[in-house]
C-alpha cells in the first residue's frame, strides 16, 4: 500500500481531489503546493493508516515506518536540513487532518526533533539562542501534554512562577537563558509526574507523535463531535509531517490565520488575525488575543495595536494576493493558516471557511453576481437547517440599551438568559425549560454539550477564531467573545461588568451581531426576510418541483407561514382549535355526553366556532389550497383529570360529579395512540363529521364572498386502515355538501383524502384509492405504527439505540428510509396505479427535514408540509434535491 503522499518544491503526489484519502488539511496542501505557492514540503499519511493503525493493535507498522523515512528524506533534501542531527537540524510539525475538520478536537505536535543536542545546533544556524529554547519548551510542553499525557498546566505553573520571579508580564521577555532554564524545570517535571526521562531520540519522538495522532481521533471528545455531527468512525485521520517554519522568530515572524472574506457579516474583504513572534498555537489556544490582520478591521475593532498591513506590508501584500487566488481557484470563501517566518510567508492551510449563516447568503449572493457561481450552485451553498439562524430575533434598534460589556461579534443573532458558570449548568436549566447565556473565560471541546444547550454564549478571551466563536457560528447560536471589559469571577459565580456585579441566575442579553452584552431582557424584532436571503430563495422557488404548505392550526400560523412562503396548508389539526380559551369546555361537553342528544346540543355550539375558525383560516389563504383534518386525537387528552377539574366540568354541565367520574373512567384506554382515535371517531360518532364538514363548507362559502377568490376545501380522513372506513365517513362529507350546497345556491367544490398514516392503508393504497382523492403521508403515526414505537414515549430508549449504534437516526426526526420509506414508496405507487393524477403529500414533521424531503422528492411526492418556520428550510430542501 501507498500510505504517504509528499508534497514540496512546487510539485505534490496528490491534490484537492483526493480528500478522502490525504484528508482535508493533506489534499488542501497538496494543491497549494501544485499551485505553486509557498507551501514548507512535507508528507501526509494517508488515513486508512489510522485504521490499520488501530487494527494492528495502535502500532505503527514497519511498512508505513519505512514510507514516512523515505518521505522525510526527501523533506530534508528540500531544505537542507537533517533531521535529528547536523548543523542545520530539521524541525517537524504533525498534525491531524481529518476528511472533514473538527475544530480543536485532535491533537497537533510542534517543533519536533528538538533535544539537548539540535537544539544547540538550531540556535547557532539561526544565530538566535533565544529562538531555539523558546522553540524547545514549546515542544517539550506539547509533546509531553499530547504523547506523554502530562497535563499542560503543570507547565504553565512553572512559567507563571518563573516570570513572577523575573518580575516579567510577558513570555516573550525571558531570555536564552532563562528559557534554558525553564525547559531544565519542565523536563525534571515531567521525570517527578511520569517517571520516565523526556525522550532525546527523534525517531521516536516521532513515531510517539504520529500514534498519538491517530489516538486522538478515538478520544473522548472527538468521538463526541462526530457524534453531534454524524461523522463515520472509520474515516480515520491522516496526518500531516511538515518542515517547521517558525513564526517565533523574532519580531518579524508572525503567525496567523485569515478569512478571505469577513465570516459573520461575509463582506468581502479580507479578515482575519495574527501574533508577532509566536506559533500557531498561541492564537487557537486565546492565549493572547491577537491583532487585526487588515487596517479595516483594526480600525473597527477600536484596538490601537498595530495591522499587519502597517507592521509588514509585503507579507500583507503577498497574503493578500495568495488569498485572491485561493478564493478564485476553490470559488469559495477560505479559511487559511499562515506563518511568517523572518519577513517571509508561508502558507499552512487553507479551507472552505465556516460562516455564519448570514455570511454564507451574502457570499452566495455576491458570488453570483461576481460570475463566480451559478445560481443553483449558490442555492446548494446554504444548509437548509442553517436557515434557522435567521429566523433568529434581534434587539429592537428603537430600545436603549444598558450595555455592561463589550466584546466581539462571534456568531449573530440576540439571546436573553439566565448566566451560568459551567457547561454542567447550561444542560441542566435548559432541561428544565429554562433559557441559559453560559459564560467561560474561554471554551474548550469539553464544553460542547453545554454550548448546545445555550441559548448564547458569553466569553471574556479569546478572538473570533477562537474555540467559541467557531463553534457558536457552526450551531448558530448568538456569541460573543473576548469581553475584556467584564470578568468571570466562576469561584463566586459572579459575573463583573461595567457598574455591575452580577450573580447566576441573574438575566442577561447578549448581541452576538455587535459584540454588546445588556442587562436584563431586551425588546426583540423578528428578521427582515429579503435582501439576500430573499434571492435566494428566489432562485430556490425556481429550482424546485415540489410545493411547500404549512401545518397550520391557527390563522397566526397560517399568516407567520405565508410570510415564510407556505403555498397552502397541508395540515390544520382541527382538535387544536379547541385547546384554547374555553373552547375545551364545549368539547368536553360533546365527549363526555351520555347521548346522541347530549353530544348533538353540544355540537351545536361548536358548529359557530368552527365555523369561525375555517374561514379565518381560508380567508388567509386567499385560496391556496387548505386541507383540513376532521378530529382525530384520544379523547382522553381533553377529559378532566383531577378532582377540581372534574368539579368544574359538573358544574358547567349540570351533572353529578361522581357520575361524571364514572364517564371519564368509561372513557380510559389502556393505549389511546391506538384506540379510540382518527375515522373511528368519526364512525362511533357520526355527529361530529357531519358538524365538521358543514362548518367546513359553510366557511368556504362565506370565505367564497369575502375574498372573491374560490375556496376548494380538502377534507382529511385520518387514520384510516380499510377502505371502508373512508367510504363510510365520505358518505357523510357528501351528503352535508349537498345540504350546505342546497341552502347557499352555490356550488361547492371539494376533496376528501385520507391520510396513510397506518401500514395497512400503504399497503391496500391501490383499494383506498378508489375513495380517496388525495393521499397525505402522515409520517408520525406511520413511524409509530411500523416500528411499534409508541412515539410518546421514543424518547426513553432510542437514544440509547443511537448510543449503542444499533440505529443511526431518530425515525421520528429523520425518515427511515428502508423501513417507513418503503410503506411510501409503495402507497405512492399503488394509490397512483388506481388514480394517476391523485396528490400526494407528507404532513409529519419530517416535512421539515432536508434529507426527508430529499426522500420525498426521490418518489414525486407533489408537496411537503410542515411548520410554519421550517417552512424556508423546506423550500431550500426541495430546491437542493433537485438540483
Ligand atoms: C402524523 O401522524 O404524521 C400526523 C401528521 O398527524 P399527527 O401528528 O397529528 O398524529
Ligand atoms: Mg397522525
Given at each position: 500500500t501507498k500510505w504517504v503522499y509528499t508534497f514540496g518544491n512546487g510539485h505534490a503526489e496528490g491534490s484537492a481531489l483526493d480528500g478522502e484519502r490525504l484528508g482535508g488539511k493533506g489534499a488542501n496542501l497538496a494543491e497549494m503546493c501544485n499551485l505553486g505557492l509557498p507551501v514548507p514540503p512535507g508528507l501526509t499519511i494517508i488515513a486508512d493508516a489510522c485504521s490499520a493503525y488501530y487494527k494492528n493493535g495502535r502500532q505503527i507498522a514497519e511498512d508505513l515506518k519505512a514510507q514516512v523515512r523515505a518521505g522525510i528524506e526527501r523533506i530534508e533534501e528540500a531544505t537542507g536540513r537533517r533531521f535529528g542531527a547536523g548543523d542545520q537540524p530539521l524541525l517537524l510539525s504533525v498534525r491531524s487532518g481529518a476528511r472533514v475538520s473538527m475544530p480543536g478536537m485532535m491533537d497537533t505536535v510542534l517543533n519536533l526533533g528538538l533535544n539537548d543536542e539540535t537544539v544547540q545546533a538550531l540556535g547557532h544556524d539561526a544565530g538566535d539562542a533565544r529562538f531555539a529554547w523558546d522553540s524547545y519548551r514549546r515542544f517539550i510542553q506539547m509533546y509531553a501534554d499530547v504523547v506523554m499525557r502530562l497535563d499542560h498546566e503543570v507547565f504553565e505553573e512553572i512559567l507563571e512562577d518563573e516570570k513572577a520571579r523575573l518580575g516579567y508580564e510577558f513570555d516573550t521577555e525571558l531570555t536564552a537563558s532563562e528559557w534554558q532554564h525553564v525547559v531544565s524545570l519542565y523536563k525534571s517535571i515531567i521525570e517527578e509526574e511520569l517517571g520516565e526521562e523526556f525522550p532525546q531520540d527523534p525517531e521516536v519522538q516521532l513515531w510517539g507523535a504520529v500514534g498519538a495522532v491517530f489516538s486522538s481521533w478515538m478520544s473522548a471528545r472527538a468521538v463526541t463531535y462526530r457524534q453531534l455531527h454524524n461523522i463515520p468512525e472509520v474515516w480515520g485521520t491522516a496526518v500531516n509531517i511538515q518542515a517547521m517554519v517558525f513564526g517565533n522568530h523574532g519580531n518579524s515572524s508572525a503567525t496567523g490565520v485569515a478569512f478571505t472574506r469577513n465570516p459573520s457579516t461575509g463582506d468581502k474583504s479580507l479578515y482575519g488575525e495574527f501574533l508577532v513572534n509566536a506559533q500557531g498555537e498561541d492564537v487557537v489556544a486565546g492565549i493572547r488575543t491577537p491583532q487585526s490582520i487588515t487596517e479595516e478591521g483594526r480600525i473597527s475593532s477600536g484596538s490601537e495595536r498595530p495591522s499587519m498591513e502597517k507592521l509588514m506590508p509585503d507579507a500583507f501584500k503577498e497574503l493578500s494576493r495568495i488569498c485572491a487566488e485561493l478564493e478564485a481557484h476553490y470559488r469559495d470563501m477560505q479559511d487559511i493558516e499562515f506563518t511568517i517566518e523572518r519577513g517571509k510567508l508561508w502558507m499552512l492551510q487553507t479551507r472552505a471557511g465556516k460562516r455564519s449563516t448570514r455570511a454564507a447568503m451574502k457570499i452566495a449572493v455576491d458570488m453570483v453576481d461576481e460570475r463566480v457561481i451559478t445560481e443553483e450552485e449558490a442555492v446548494l451553498r446554504i444548509e437548509p437547517s442553517s436557515l434557522d439562524q435567521l429566523l433568529h430575533p434581534t434587539i429592537d434598534p428603537r430600545v436603549s440599551r444598558e450595555i455592561i460589556g463589550t466584546g466581539l461579534p462571534a456568531s449573530p443573532g440576540a439571546a436573553t438568559g439566565e448566566i451560568v458558570f459551567t457547561a454542567e449548568e447550561a444542560v441542566i436549566a435548559s432541561e428544565e425549560g429554562r433559557k441559559v447565556i453560559l459564560l467561560r473565560v474561554e471554551t474548550s471541546p469539553e464544553d460542547i454539550h453545554g454550548m448546545h444547550a445555550a441559548e448564547g454564549i458569553l466569553t471574556t478571551r479569546g478572538g473570533m477564531t477562537s474555540h467559541a466563536a467557531v463553534v457558536a457560528r457552526g450551531m448558530g447560536i448568538p456569541c460573543v467573545v473576548g469581553a475584556g471589559s467584564m470578568r468571570i469571577d466562576a469561584r463566586n459565580e459572579r459575573l463583573i461588568g461595567v457598574g455591575v456585579t452580577l450573580k447566576k441566575g441573574d438575566v442577561i442579553t447578549i448581541d452576538g451581531s455587535a459584540g454588546q452584552v445588556l442587562k436584563g431582557d431586551v425588546q426583540m424584532i423578528q428578521p427582515e426576510l429579503s435582501g439576500d436571503f430573499g434571492r435566494i430563495m428566489q432562485w430556490a422557488d425556481r429550482a424546485r418541483r415540489?410545493?411547500?404548505?404549512?401545518?397550520?392550526?391557527?390563522?397566526?400560523?397560517?399568516?407567520?407561514?405565508?410570510?415564510?412562503?407556505?403555498?397552502?396548508?397541508?395540515?390544520?389539526?382541527?382538535?387544536?382549535?379547541?385547546?384554547?380559551?374555553?373552547?375545551?369546555?364545549?368539547?368536553?361537553?360533546?365527549?363526555?355526553?351520555?347521548?346522541?342528544?347530549?353530544?348533538?346540543?353540544?355540537?351545536?355550539?361548536?358548529?359557530?366556532?368552527?365555523?369561525?375558525?375555517?374561514?379565518?383560516?381560508?380567508?388567509?389563504?386567499?385560496?391556496?389550497?387548505?386541507?383540513?383534518?376532521?378530529?382525530?386525537?384520544?379523547?382522553?387528552?381533553?377529559?378532566?383529570?383531577?378532582?377540581?377539574?372534574?368539579?368544574?366540568?359538573?358544574?358547567?354541565?349540570?351533572?353529578?360529579?361522581?357520575?361524571?367520574?364514572?364517564?371519564?373512567?368509561?372513557?380510559?384506554?389502556?393505549?389511546?395512540?391506538?384506540?379510540?382515535?382518527?375515522?373511528?371517531?368519526?364512525?362511533?360518532?357520526?355527529?361530529?363529521?357531519?358538524?365538521?364538514?358543514?362548518?367546513?363548507?359553510?366557511?368556504?362559502?362565506?370565505?367564497?364572498?369575502?375574498?372573491?377568490?374560490?375556496?376548494?376545501?380538502?377534507?382529511?380522513?385520518?387514520?384510516?386502515?380499510?377502505?371502508?372506513?373512508?367510504?363510510?365517513?365520505?358518505?357523510?362529507?357528501?351528503?352535508?355538501?349537498?345540504?350546505?350546497?342546497?341552502?347557499?345556491?352555490?356550488?361547492?367544490?371539494?376533496?376528501?383524502?385520507?391520510?396513510?398514516?397506518?401500514?395497512?392503508?400503504?399497503?391496500?393504497?391501490?383499494?383506498?384509492?378508489?375513495?380517496?382523492?388525495?393521499?397525505?403521508?402522515?409520517?408520525?403515526?406511520?413511524?409509530?405504527?411500523?416500528?411499534?414505537?409508541?412515539?410518546?414515549?421514543?424518547?426513553?430508549?432510542?437514544?440509547?439505540?443511537?448510543?449503542?449504534?444499533?440505529?443511526?437516526?431518530?425515525?421520528?426526526?429523520?425518515?427511515?428510509?428502508?423501513?417507513?420509506?418503503?410503506?411510501?414508496?409503495?402507497?405512492?405507487?399503488?394509490?397512483?396505479?388506481?388514480?394517476?393524477?391523485?396528490?400526494?403529500?407528507?404532513?409529519?414533521?419530517?416535512?421539515?427535514?432536508?434529507?426527508?424531503?430529499?426522500?420525498?422528492?426521490?418518489?414525486?411526492?407533489?408537496?411537503?408540509?410542515?411548520?410554519?418556520?421550517?417552512?424556508?428550510?423546506?423550500?431550500?430542501?426541495?430546491?437542493?434535491?433537485?438540483?
Amino acid at each position: 500500500t501507498k500510505w504517504v503522499y509528499t508534497f514540496g518544491n512546487g510539485h505534490a503526489e496528490g491534490s484537492a481531489l483526493d480528500g478522502e484519502r490525504l484528508g482535508g488539511k493533506g489534499a488542501n496542501l497538496a494543491e497549494m503546493c501544485n499551485l505553486g505557492l509557498p507551501v514548507p514540503p512535507g508528507l501526509t499519511i494517508i488515513a486508512d493508516a489510522c485504521s490499520a493503525y488501530y487494527k494492528n493493535g495502535r502500532q505503527i507498522a514497519e511498512d508505513l515506518k519505512a514510507q514516512v523515512r523515505a518521505g522525510i528524506e526527501r523533506i530534508e533534501e528540500a531544505t537542507g536540513r537533517r533531521f535529528g542531527a547536523g548543523d542545520q537540524p530539521l524541525l517537524l510539525s504533525v498534525r491531524s487532518g481529518a476528511r472533514v475538520s473538527m475544530p480543536g478536537m485532535m491533537d497537533t505536535v510542534l517543533n519536533l526533533g528538538l533535544n539537548d543536542e539540535t537544539v544547540q545546533a538550531l540556535g547557532h544556524d539561526a544565530g538566535d539562542a533565544r529562538f531555539a529554547w523558546d522553540s524547545y519548551r514549546r515542544f517539550i510542553q506539547m509533546y509531553a501534554d499530547v504523547v506523554m499525557r502530562l497535563d499542560h498546566e503543570v507547565f504553565e505553573e512553572i512559567l507563571e512562577d518563573e516570570k513572577a520571579r523575573l518580575g516579567y508580564e510577558f513570555d516573550t521577555e525571558l531570555t536564552a537563558s532563562e528559557w534554558q532554564h525553564v525547559v531544565s524545570l519542565y523536563k525534571s517535571i515531567i521525570e517527578e509526574e511520569l517517571g520516565e526521562e523526556f525522550p532525546q531520540d527523534p525517531e521516536v519522538q516521532l513515531w510517539g507523535a504520529v500514534g498519538a495522532v491517530f489516538s486522538s481521533w478515538m478520544s473522548a471528545r472527538a468521538v463526541t463531535y462526530r457524534q453531534l455531527h454524524n461523522i463515520p468512525e472509520v474515516w480515520g485521520t491522516a496526518v500531516n509531517i511538515q518542515a517547521m517554519v517558525f513564526g517565533n522568530h523574532g519580531n518579524s515572524s508572525a503567525t496567523g490565520v485569515a478569512f478571505t472574506r469577513n465570516p459573520s457579516t461575509g463582506d468581502k474583504s479580507l479578515y482575519g488575525e495574527f501574533l508577532v513572534n509566536a506559533q500557531g498555537e498561541d492564537v487557537v489556544a486565546g492565549i493572547r488575543t491577537p491583532q487585526s490582520i487588515t487596517e479595516e478591521g483594526r480600525i473597527s475593532s477600536g484596538s490601537e495595536r498595530p495591522s499587519m498591513e502597517k507592521l509588514m506590508p509585503d507579507a500583507f501584500k503577498e497574503l493578500s494576493r495568495i488569498c485572491a487566488e485561493l478564493e478564485a481557484h476553490y470559488r469559495d470563501m477560505q479559511d487559511i493558516e499562515f506563518t511568517i517566518e523572518r519577513g517571509k510567508l508561508w502558507m499552512l492551510q487553507t479551507r472552505a471557511g465556516k460562516r455564519s449563516t448570514r455570511a454564507a447568503m451574502k457570499i452566495a449572493v455576491d458570488m453570483v453576481d461576481e460570475r463566480v457561481i451559478t445560481e443553483e450552485e449558490a442555492v446548494l451553498r446554504i444548509e437548509p437547517s442553517s436557515l434557522d439562524q435567521l429566523l433568529h430575533p434581534t434587539i429592537d434598534p428603537r430600545v436603549s440599551r444598558e450595555i455592561i460589556g463589550t466584546g466581539l461579534p462571534a456568531s449573530p443573532g440576540a439571546a436573553t438568559g439566565e448566566i451560568v458558570f459551567t457547561a454542567e449548568e447550561a444542560v441542566i436549566a435548559s432541561e428544565e425549560g429554562r433559557k441559559v447565556i453560559l459564560l467561560r473565560v474561554e471554551t474548550s471541546p469539553e464544553d460542547i454539550h453545554g454550548m448546545h444547550a445555550a441559548e448564547g454564549i458569553l466569553t471574556t478571551r479569546g478572538g473570533m477564531t477562537s474555540h467559541a466563536a467557531v463553534v457558536a457560528r457552526g450551531m448558530g447560536i448568538p456569541c460573543v467573545v473576548g469581553a475584556g471589559s467584564m470578568r468571570i469571577d466562576a469561584r463566586n459565580e459572579r459575573l463583573i461588568g461595567v457598574g455591575v456585579t452580577l450573580k447566576k441566575g441573574d438575566v442577561i442579553t447578549i448581541d452576538g451581531s455587535a459584540g454588546q452584552v445588556l442587562k436584563g431582557d431586551v425588546q426583540m424584532i423578528q428578521p427582515e426576510l429579503s435582501g439576500d436571503f430573499g434571492r435566494i430563495m428566489q432562485w430556490a422557488d425556481r429550482a424546485r418541483r415540489m410545493t411547500v404548505r404549512t401545518n397550520a392550526d391557527t390563522p397566526a400560523d397560517a399568516r407567520a407561514a405565508r410570510s415564510f412562503g407556505a403555498e397552502g396548508i397541508g395540515l390544520c389539526r382541527t382538535e387544536h382549535m379547541f385547546f384554547e380559551g374555553d373552547r375545551i369546555h364545549l368539547m368536553r361537553e360533546m365527549i363526555l355526553a351520555e347521548d346522541e342528544t347530549g353530544r348533538r346540543a353540544a355540537l351545536d355550539s361548536l358548529l359557530p366556532v368552527q365555523r369561525h375558525d375555517f374561514t379565518s383560516l381560508f380567508n388567509v389563504m386567499h385560496g391556496l389550497p387548505v386541507t383540513i383534518r376532521l378530529l382525530d386525537p384520544p379523547l382522553h387528552e381533553f377529559l378532566p383529570k383531577t378532582d377540581e377539574e372534574i368539579a368544574d366540568v359538573s358544574a358547567a354541565m349540570g351533572m353529578d360529579a361522581a357520575a361524571l367520574r364514572q364517564r371519564v373512567d368509561a372513557l380510559h384506554e389502556f393505549n389511546p395512540m391506538l384506540g379510540h382515535r382518527g375515522c373511528r371517531l368519526a364512525i362511533s360518532y357520526p355527529e361530529i363529521v357531519e358538524m365538521q364538514a358543514r362548518a367546513i363548507f359553510e366557511a368556504a362559502v362565506a370565505a367564497a364572498y369575502e375574498t372573491g377568490a374560490a375556496v376548494v376545501p380538502e377534507i382529511m380522513v385520518p387514520l384510516v386502515g380499510l377502505r371502508a372506513e373512508l367510504d363510510y365517513v365520505k358518505e357523510r362529507i357528501d351528503a352535508i355538501a349537498r345540504e350546505v350546497t342546497a341552502e347557499a345556491g352555490m356550488r361547492i367544490d371539494y376533496l376528501v383524502g385520507t391520510m396513510i398514516e397506518l401500514p395497512r392503508a400503504a399497503l391496500r393504497a391501490h383499494i383506498i384509492a378508489e375513495a380517496a382523492e388525495f393521499f397525505s403521508f402522515g409520517t408520525n403515526d406511520l413511524t409509530q405504527t411500523t416500528f411499534g414505537i409508541s412515539r410518546d414515549d421514543a424518547s426513553a430508549f432510542i437514544p440509547t439505540y443511537q448510543r449503542k449504534g444499533i440505529i443511526e437516526h431518530d425515525p421520528f426526526i429523520s425518515l427511515d428510509f428502508d423501513g417507513v420509506g418503503e410503506l411510501i414508496r409503495i402507497a405512492a405507487e399503488r394509490g397512483r396505479r388506481t388514480r394517476n393524477d391523485m396528490k400526494l403529500g407528507i404532513c409529519g414533521e419530517h416535512g421539515g427535514d432536508p434529507a426527508s424531503i430529499h426522500f420525498c422528492e426521490e418518489i414525486g411526492l407533489d408537496y411537503v408540509s410542515c411548520s410554519p418556520f421550517r417552512v424556508p428550510i423546506a423550500r431550500l430542501a426541495a430546491a437542493q434535491a433537485v438540483i
